[in-house]
């Protein structure tokens, strides 16, 4: 089955500073999607994005469908940007979201 | 508008015991899923179903069994818990590309 990778595992920031996290997938998909799971557990959809670029306040994210990766943005980070980001993808429309194991971002204060 | 609502929200299962957690959803979306989450290993398929009656394997589904008798409702049914199943798990519901998760059962088996 199709691989999703995400890097880096870990990220602990300063408030304020920017990041990009990213994710790489075996395979093509038709489906691409980012979560962001609070600290609570929430699962929150941030972006439905199989290709090009989208943008949401301080949030941002670019698929490159041909080179099989996906960047998610965060600028000016705040503490309430904590939890864990995951990466999703669906290869066609009938089969399951495939998750990367996520990365974990710290905000400092 | 509810959305994805699971139950129970918390659990403590002794080895060996029965329990269903229920998964309902108010959007009359078709396809619904069942995951688990562990410890850095992300979130992976349990089972799921396209459509009412009909269920689909997972990427871990030994141990676990479902029922979508009605097409608002995904029943994920443990027969003998094993302490392997602690874990925390998700239920979600997809139309289009547009997928709502629950808040989650955390499940201990002791």
């Known amino acids: 089955g199709i691989q999703v990778e995400q890097s880096p595992p870990d990220l602990i920031l300063q408030e304020g500073a920017n990041s990009t996290l990213r994710c790489n997938f075996s395979d093509s998909v038709n489906n691409l999607q980012w979560f962001h799971q609070n600290p609570w557990g929430q699962l929150i959809n941030l972006f439905y994005?199989?290709?090009g670029t989208k943008q949401n306040g301080r949030l941002s994210a670019t698929t490159v469908a041909t080179e099989r990766y996906s960047l998610l943005y965060i600028s000016s980070s705040q503490t309430t940007d904590s939890g864990v980001y995951f990466c999703a993808v669906e290869v066609s429309g009938n089969t399951p979201l495939v998750f990367g194991k996520g990365t974990r971002l710290s905000v400092i204060a | 508008n509810a959305g994805v609502t699971q139950t129970p929200k918390f659990r403590v299962l002794k080895t060996g015991q029965s329990m269903t957690l229920l998964c309902a959803q108010d959007?009359?979306?078709?396809?619904m899923y069942w995951y688990r989450q562990d410890p850095g290993m992300g979130l992976r398929l349990i089972h799921y179903?396209?459509?009412?009656?009909?269920?689909a394997k997972g990427e871990v589904p030994d141990g676990y069994n479902v029922s979508r008798l009605k097409k608002q409702n995904f029943l994920l049914g443990l027969e003998s818990a094993a302490p392997s199943q602690t874990s925390v798990y998700f239920c979600?519901?997809?139309?289009?590309?547009?997928?709502?998760f629950g808040s989650g059962t955390r499940l201990t088996v002791v």
């Open positions: 179903s396209v459509g009412e009656g009909t269920t």
């Open positions: 959007m009359n979306h078709e396809y």
């Open positions: 979600a519901s997809k139309q289009n590309y547009g997928y709502t």
């Open positions: 994005i199989p290709s």
